[in-house]
């Protein structure tokens, strides 16, 4: 029948949704990203500088290193900016026991920036191990793209609306970085004592330092970004200190060893340089 004036305009409503829940940057966030930005810029241009009087045939680990911070720092310069980013929103359940379980979407601010960044860099520091270690390219290719894997099932997981898609893609993550272990560290420490003892004890350093400070992005992941438990300041802060360690700090280390160490030079072939 056609609705008339009178007719009800039916229930109100008992309970009245709540409204989004935002998780976003804030003052602190945003100077942090400008911060790292200017230290990456500086590094790469230290890097370059270092590199100056050392001919091609010796420069493999300066190329790498410098197109690492030279990514981060196009990276931040992104995310700093308000680029490289988009909210991905959960179902969040209400917490209050004596409140119908009406539930609320959480959004969060998610860089997606990041794993642009890392598809490309941590790719490139697994380069600069493998060599350090005389890692051949069948490993070497291996690791890289369980690494690549790794990246990208993170992206998903950023991504993901369920619990299911979230954390399944951070479990094949998670499993993707045994298999980078396994081939860089485990197979490099047994590829590198032939390059003899001072590159086998540079090598067990930097493998150490980069593992243990790796392992600390799946776990920091977990609690910002999959459990939501830190703000996206605090996220922010931590992965800036992680960041600075892992890219310039490891470089720095890397490129003033080979420097006093003739054994790390790399024998990459006539296509590399030719003398
Ligand atoms: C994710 C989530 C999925 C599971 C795992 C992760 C590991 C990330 C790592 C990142 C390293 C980044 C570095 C950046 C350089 O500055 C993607 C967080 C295992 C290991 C070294």
Redesign the pocket.
């Known amino acids: 029948a056609k609705p008339t004036h009178t007719d009800s305009p039916g229930p109100i409503p008992t309970v009245i949704p709540t409204p989004p829940q935002f998780q976003e940057i804030g003052e602190t966030g945003h100077r942090t990203l400008w911060v790292v930005f200017a230290l990456m810029v500086l590094s790469s241009g230290f890097f370059a500088f270092m590199s100056w009087n050392i001919p091609i045939s010796k420069r493999l680990y300066h190329v790498i290193t410098t197109l690492i911070t030279i990514t ?1 720092s196009l990276s931040y310069f992104a995310m700093a900016s308000g680029h490289a980013t988009s909210f991905s929103c959960t179902p969040a359940k209400d917490h209050h026991k004596h409140v119908p379980d009406v539930g609320y979407t959480e959004c969060r601010q998610v860089f997606w920036g990041r ?1 642009v ?2 598809a490309i ?2 790719p490139l ?1 697994l380069l600069d191990l493998s060599l350090l270690a005389g890692i051949d390219g069948a490993h070497t290719l291996m690791a890289v793209i369980a690494d690549v894997i ?2 990208l ?2 992206l998903f ?1 950023s991504q993901g609306e369920t619990a299911t898609q979230r954390w399944g ?2 479990a094949i ?2 499993v ?2 045994l298999f980078v272990i396994w081939h860089v560290a485990l197979h490099g420490a047994r590829t590198v004592t032939a390059k003899g003892r001072g590159v086998t004890r540079l090598f067990s350093s930097l493998a150490l330092f980069t593992f243990v ?3 600390a ?2 776990i920091v ?1 977990g609690i910002a970004d999959g459990a939501h438990r830190t703000t996206v300041d605090t996220e922010i802060l931590i992965y800036a200190v ?2 600075i360690l ?2 310039p700090v490891f470089g720095l280390w890397l490129l003033f060893s080979h420097r006093s160490l003739a054994e790390t030079n790399v024998d990459v072939g006539g296509w590399w340089s030719h003398g």
Do not use: N
């Open positions: 981060a794993y960044d890392w860099t941590t520091l790794m990246v099932s993170g997981a893609w951070y993550g998670c993707s970085y400070l790796w392992t992005y799946p992941w992680l960041d892992a890219k």
